[in-house]
Structure formats: structure tokens, C-alpha cells
């Protein structure tokens, strides 16, 4: 069970006197266990602690950093049970999705622990002559990783900001996220359980908690911390980029704000469109549709439009009934959701399977295009199980229409004519648009790869030159160095096989 | 001759009312010419030709970039008497220089074309499988840039900045220098020239002419412009990122701001001391010292201080005399080097070999460690040929101060005995410090080529993930799109070669 504590390194600590509780879903009720919020004493301590292990982790080699992935994953998986129960307790989450979830979190840690150790993973540039040099990958220093509420844990405590700033050689500051401060504490001591068996310096780990802004402030105004990593609202990280903007010194943040993923329909049989409604139904709904890369805008050609709202409907009314993560989530939500069915005179279809407090209301509006494209709240995202449906009526009205919208996460395109599509003139638009582009498939589900790609131009991120997910947001974390007419042999030995191996 | 126009996409534009005049520093007179400030109509113009540019430059191939790089490669080669006459005429630098400045710009364009088209300049990731993902890289968009007033070609209208911005595929709006407008419009219709010839679209270069800070301002708030190099002071990057972090969609910032480059001397020996400082005092003088990578600070050990203050001296009046770029740089030189005088009491030594008025007045300033520790005045950067000596007693004592500095560009190490220098504890902090490590060697002097690193933890740079010079350069303007189960051959036409090749 949580204790509620901050871990400070490798200490459990609680000096606090602000105190929060996580909320159980399922039951619709507060936890017991009090979380204390991080004093700035121990925000002070977890900072330097960070920064000292910081200068310790430019001199470790890529096979210690890969022994300790395989140590905090194996200490994951010995723990499996007490943090699964923990998770789908404080997050309404199925245990299904949290043994998904659970193994992505595992995989990451294995692959990455491989793929750093692999030839692939060349940091390193030598160039010979006058003068010879050599530049290597070093860690920007402590990263801070704010939890993400929608992933308890793959974009979490040991998610994919906090492993890829490990890659980066980064200690790791992370702030909770107070919706599951619980399975936050439980991943984290067994976080500090590895740390030790791999001889790590304590300041690669430290979880601290707040439920006000306060905390998350403090840490990204701190000197000490050379960068952020963020998953969340546009509220949310675009205030974290601004306090770090007017720093003194500025850092980098890395914000992913999530998106409204438009689909562009272009298929006119009946057949294509039916299972095109399967598809995405499943996409829009599954786990009530808290996904940053939930379908939010479907673009319908005009005269399937009437039909594709049908089919929708009766698709989702198949789908099994979820639970929304928190009230506030779901208050959030239902606000959003309102406004739209506003901004479309009251039209709206709605549906809630179970009588559960938290039980998600699937949604649907149709709209005009002239109605969309004069209405910004139609353009902004609805987190959670909604979706708008648009009907187009030329190609020039679709691509001038697309041109309307911000950044985003992903672009999908239904069309099985693939020498049709080449010739839409949005197929110009589009790749300065998004960060993914799907022929034939859903945006959910992210494939992590070397060729993955997640984050956008804003709004959907903060910084479209690196990606969330995959090997490479490692680099977000990361500068390089070059060493001028350095023996080679020499600075091996001194800079371990890292930096110059 | 120049004849003072803005140059919008291709075509030559003076609308407006403001003028401004560039300066002769060899006969200490302003020049005839009259500048227009861009108007509000031209900035537009330039950003809308640029956006549309950059729409069809994801379409082109990497072939392509390589031939423009060329072709504006040979035009600059048909005008090199006409430039480097203005160059000489408006920088007051050698015509040797000019000659080394313009076969530095040259090979650059040479070097990139070739570095695009080979093998090595790998920009795809493909990973087969559930889902198949291709990422690629694409231009970030109109990248805006700012000439240097240092470097009136290299870091200029088409220096480092501008073709690492073609290279990533961005159309470039120069902001030209007024100290060096001539020699920006000389260059930019050697450019325009190129572009026809490429049949490149006409918005892949705009150059525009301001003394105020205005025009840049514009620019750097413009919605359609993407991202902004700069190279110049603290105060004009700083201003440039908080316009830029300021914006609804905030953009990217590389800005190089300079450095004072700390020196580190270890070795005891005479014969040693007076080689580094004939090296040094060449590093220091060369063209008045006007390089962001002029060595600022020597650290020397206290007991040879005196002797190597007296050496660096010899060396400094042995110097050839250099002017100042500019009366402004000569009023802040001047500036700067008074107060460093006044923080020591007064105590500092001038020479000057010419009496031209922008004759550079070289100097040094020997100041006792407790005062460096103390006084701020020390640490910031002297732009000009100005060096600091500081006297250190321990190694200890040498590591402390050293953490007192901010980030910079480069850090230089003079020591004979590399088993010695392993040992001693500032090479477990200069790694977070700085971006480029040098050994037995002067920081001025930046290789062009894989390995180099120009940049550094800020103030450096704003952003130390980055490079300014070297083939890594253009990644400052680039982002990657990932493309989900797309039929490879197709989207190879469809992307032409470049993307998806």
C-alpha cells in the first residue's frame, strides 16, 4: 500500500503539512491515504540530489544505464500485482487495459535497455584532421516529468519521458500526477529498489506530489533543472513553457497538448463506410475516449454524411460501457461537450450505457461546414468519448477548411484509392499540419519504433522538432559536445566507454 | 553597386521612407548609399512568398537543393571582386580575410551539396510491421535570419544560418546587418540570380533592410514565420527568444550569443608559458578579437602569472593593427573595457599600434581570484581584444570559479601532461559548461563538419541541444513526420525522392 510520502532520492519523506487524496472510480468515493505535498525543503533536496547525480551520470557507460532499465523493470514486474490493483483502483481503468498498459511500460524498459547497448545507438561523431573532432551526446542535466492522468503508467512515474531522459543520462525529477499519487508511490519504490541494485546514484529518481500548482511551478522555475517533459491539457503546458520561457535561463519543455486528430473520409461505398464506422467507433470509445490521439473531427463527404451519423450511432451504442478517470475529468468533459451541442443550436446525440456516476456519455454532433469553420470551439479539443462529424463538399472546400486548424498529433485518411488521393490538393497541406499521418487506420495506438513519431506543430506540442514516443525522444533530453584533438585512448578511459566508446 | 533595396522574393522593392546608411571604416566616413527600411507591405510580401515556397519545397528533391546550393555557389564566384570590394570597403577587414571569409561561405555551399546527396545524409527511419511507419524529415517552415555584424558573409546573407536552413528545405528571409546592407544586397542578387536559374520558387529567399529594431521585431512575430537564427549579442538573442516564446504559437530560437571561452593553463615550464601566449595573443588580436570564440579569461597558476602577464604583452604589441568593424562596436568595446578597469581599480594594460580612430585598442587586465569571484563585471563577455587573466592558487580553487561562469561556447585546456589532467576535478564540471572541449589549442578557428558543436548551455545559446555551424546544423530547422501504412513506391512519387526516398 502507498504511504503517501514524497521519495527524496533514496529516502521516503513526508515534512509537509498540506495533505490530498486520490479518488476511487469504481466506487465512487476518496481514498484514505493522505498524500503530503513536497515542502520546498524537499523540493530543494530532490534538485540537488538530481544535479549532483547528474555530473555521476555524464561519466557511467550505455551498459550500466541499460543493467539499470532491466533492474527497474524487473523490480516492476516483482511488484505487478500490488501497483495493477493499486492502478485500475484509482484510475477506473479495466485490469485488461492496465496489463497492456503494464507491459508497454516493460517493453519500453527492455527494448530501450537493447537498443542502447546495439550499434544503432551512435552518438558519436569523429572527424580526423586539422583539428580532430569528436562530438558526443551528453545528458542536459536533471529533467523534470510531470504524469500524465490518462496513463497511470506508460506516459507516468517510469512513462516514456522518464526513460528516455534516463537514456539521455538525465536524473529524473517526477511530479505525480495527483489523480493516481498512489500507483505514482508504489512504481517509484520499486524505481528506488533498482536504483540501489544497480549502484546508481540516488538523485537519478525523485517523486514528489502536490495537488496545487505550486509545486510543479516551483520545480520548473528551479535553477537546478535543465528541462521538462509534459503530457497534458494546452492549460497546462502552456503555462509550464512560459514559466520556463522568462526563466533566467531558459529550458527546454517538451509539451504535448494533445490534439484534435481530424479523418478525412473519401470512400463512397456503403460497405467501406460501415466498416470505416467500426473502426473508428472502437477508436472514439475505447477506454472513454481519454486518448490524445482519439479521432475529435471526422470529415464526411456531404452526401454520406445523414448515413455515416447512423451508423456511427449504432456502432457506439454497441460498445461497452467505461468509466471517465476522475469527476473532474468527466466534469470537464461534459462541460466541453455542452458547449459544442451549444455552438450547434442544441443538436447532439448522446448516449450512456450504465447508470454509473462515471460512466462515460458518448457523443456525436453534426455539423455544417460553414457552421464549423465560423465556430472556434468546434476546432478545439473535447477530451474524452466525443466526436464531431463534418460534411465536405469539394476537395477546395476540405483543403481550405484544414487550413483552419492548429498543429496536430495525427492526420488519418480513409481512401482506397491511393492515385485519387495523391492528386487532392490537401495532400499539400497536411504534412506541415501533423506529426502522424495514417492511411487507412486509426490515430490510437502508437507504435513505439525508431520510426515513431508523437508530438505536432502547436498546439499539439510545445517544440514539433522531437517526439513523445519512440527511441528518439531521447534527444529531447539531450546536447552535444565536441572534444577538439582529445587523445582518443585517453578520453575513453576517462569519460568510460560512453561519450567517446 | 547596391542600390539600397529590399529584395522581395525576385524582385528588387524600396517603398518605403526610413533610410539608413552603411560605414567606410577605413576612411572613417559613412557611405553614400541610402538603405530603405522594409515597409510593413514588404515584411508581408516576403513572409506570404515564403510560406508559399515552403509548401513547395517539401515536394523537392534532395538533388535539387544540391544544385541550387551550387548554382548560388557559382553566382557568388561570378561577383566575388564586386562583393569583396564592398565587404572590405564596408567592415574595414582585410582583403585577406575577405578572401578567407568568402572561401569559407563557398565551401559550405560546396560541402552541403555534396553531404545531401550522399548516403550519410540519412533522414528516414522505415520499420515495418503493425503499423508500418516511414519518418522523414521536413522543412519547419519560413526561417528567419539575422545577419551577424562580425561576419559580413559567413555568418551572414548566406552564411551557416541561411543554407542550413535551405538544406532542411525552409525558405529563408534574411534580416541584413545594417553595418553591412551593401554587402547583403550584393550577395542577395547573387542569390535572386541562383534562384531563377534553379527555377527554386521565388519565396525561398527575400532579404530586408532595417537599423531599427523594428523589421526584425515583425519578422520574428510574423504568424507565418516559422523559426529564427541569430547570432549576435546577449541582449538582441534574449529579446528575439522572449518575442518569439511570447507569441499565441511560440517558435523556435537558435540565437548565438556569445562567450568569454575560458582558458586553462596547467603547465609550469617558461618554454611552454611563452608558446601558449604567442598562440593566445594571436587567438585574442586576430581581427580585433571581434569572434564570439575570443578567448576571454586565462586562468593561469598564480605563480606564473606575472611572467606570462609580461609575455602576453610582447606578443600583444608584436600584433598587426586591426580596426573595429564600427564606431558603435568601438563605443561598447570601450565601454566594457573601462568598467573592467574600473572593477580592478583602474589596473589594466593598453596598447595601441595605429592612431586610426577605429585603430583597435588591445588590452589586458589581470585581476587577483577573489576579485574575479566577486565581481560580475569579470565574468561577462568583452567583445573586442580583451583578455582577463586570472591567477589561481589550487585546483580546488580553479574548479569553485569555474562554477561560478555560465554556459559557453567553448573551454580551452593547455597541458602538456594528460595523465595529470584526467585527475583533476574541473573535468567533472566543464562537460555541463560547455559545447566544445579544446586541447592545446585556441578556441577562434570553428571547424565546418560533422563532428562540430557551436553552441553551448545558455548564455551561449538559447538552446544547447543544437549546433550553429556544421553539417548538424540544419536539424535546427527541421521536424519529422512519421507516415503510418502508406503504400512506400507511391508515396516515394508522391514526396518525390527526398522524403520517402
Not at 163 to 168: D, E, F, G, N, R
Not at 336 to 365: C, F, M
Not at 398 to 404: A, G, P
Amino acid at each position: 500500500m502507498p504511504s503517501g510520502s514524497n521519495l527524496i532520492g533514496s529516502k521516503s519523506s513526508r515534512e509537509g503539512s498540506i495533505t490530498f487524496r486520490s479518488f476511487d472510480p469504481g466506487n465512487f468515493r476518496e481514498l484514505p491515504i493522505e498524500f503530503f505535498e513536497a515542502t520546498n525543503e524537499e523540493i530543494e533536496q530532490a534538485c540537488q540530489l538530481a544535479d549532483f547525480a547528474a555530473k555521476d551520470l555524464r561519466f557511467i557507460s550505455k551498459n550500466k544505464i541499460s543493467q539499470f532499465l532491466r533492474s527497474v523493470k524487473s523490480e516492476l514486474v516483482s511488484s505487478k500485482d500490488e501497483i495493477l490493483s493499486y492502478y485500475t483502483l484509482e484510475s477506473g481503468l479495466s485490469e485488461e487495459r492496465g496489463n497492456l498498459e503494464f507491459a508497454r511500460t516493460t517493453n519500453l524498459l527492455e527494448d530501450y535497455a537493447e537498443f542502447i547497448s546495439s550499434p544503432d545507438f551512435c552518438v558519436n561523431e569523429r572527424e580526423v584532421g586539422e583539428p580532430t573532432l569528436v562530438k558526443t551526446s551528453f545528458g542536459i542535466g536533471p529533467v523534470v516529468v510531470f504524469g500524465a492522468s490518462n496513463f497511470p503508467l506508460a506516459y507516468s512515474t517510469v512513462g516514456g519521458d522518464t526513460v528516455s531522459a534516463w537514456v539521455a543520462q538525465c536524473p529524473v525529477i517526477v511530479k505525480s500526477h495527483p489523480m493516481h499519487a498512489g500507483t505514482s508511490e508504489l512504481v517509484g519504490n520499486a524505481i528506488q529498489r533498482a536504483v540501489k541494485q544497480s549502484g546508481m546514484p540516488e538523485g537519478i529518481f525523485s517523486l514528489v506530489n502536490g495537488k496545487s500548482h505550486q509545486v510543479g511551478e516551483k520545480l520548473v522555475q528551479h535553477p537546478l533543472v535543465r528541462a521538462v517533459g509534459f503530457t497534458g491539457s494546452h492549460k497546462g503546458g502552456r503555462a509550464l513553457f512560459d514559466l520556463a520561457s522568462k526563466r533566467k535561463e531558459p529550458i527546454p519543455v517538451f509539451a504535448e497538448m494533445g490534439s484534435v486528430n481530424p479523418v478525412i473520409l473519401m470512400d463512397a461505398s456503403p460497405e467501406k463506410l460501415v466498416d470505416q464506422a467500426r473502426k473508428l467507433s472502437e477508436s472514439i470509445s475505447n477506454d472513454a475516449g481519454q486518448f490524445c490521439t482519439k479521432p475529435g473531427i471526422i470529415f464526411v463527404p456531404e452526401q454520406h454524411l445523414a448515413f455515416f451519423y447512423i451508423e456511427l450511432q449504432n456502432r457506439l451504442k454497441e460498445a461497452p460501457s467505461f468509466l471517465m478517470i476522475h469527476p473532474e475529468i468527466q466534469k470537464r468533459y461534459m462541460e466541453r461537450v455542452d458547449e459544442v451541442a451549444k455552438a450547434n443550436n442544441g443538436e447532439q446525440w448522446r448516449y450512456r450505457s450504465s447508470n454509473h456516476p462515471l460512466s462515460a456519455v458518448i457523443s456525436v454532433t453534426a455539423v455544417s461546414m460553414s457552421k464549423f469553420q465560423a465556430n472556434l470551439t468546434f476546432h478545439e479539443e473535447v477530451f474524452g468519448p466525443h466526436v464531431l462529424l463534418v460534411g465536405y463538399a469539394s476537395e477546395n472546400e476540405l483543403t481550405n477548411t484544414l487550413k483552419l486548424l492548429g498543429g496536430q498529433l495525427t492526420i488519418s485518411i480513409f481512401c482506397s484509392d491511393f492515385n485519387k488521393l495523391k492528386q487532392m490538393s490537401f495532400m499539400s497541406v497536411i504534412p506541415g499540419m501533423a506529426g502522424r499521418i495514417i492511411l487507412n487506420g486509426v490515430p490510437t495506438g502508437v507504435r513505439v519504433c525508431k520510426a515513431s513519431n508523437h508530438g505536432g506543430p502547436y498546439p499539439a506540442s510545445t517544440d514539433s522538432r522531437f517526439t513523445a514516443v519512440g527511441f528518439d525522444s531521447w534527444k529531447r533530453f539531450s546536447r552535444e559536445i565536441a572534444f577538439q584533438n582529445f587523445p582518443m585512448e585517453s578520453t575513453r578511459e576517462m569519460f568510460n566507454e560512453n561519450p567517446l566508446g
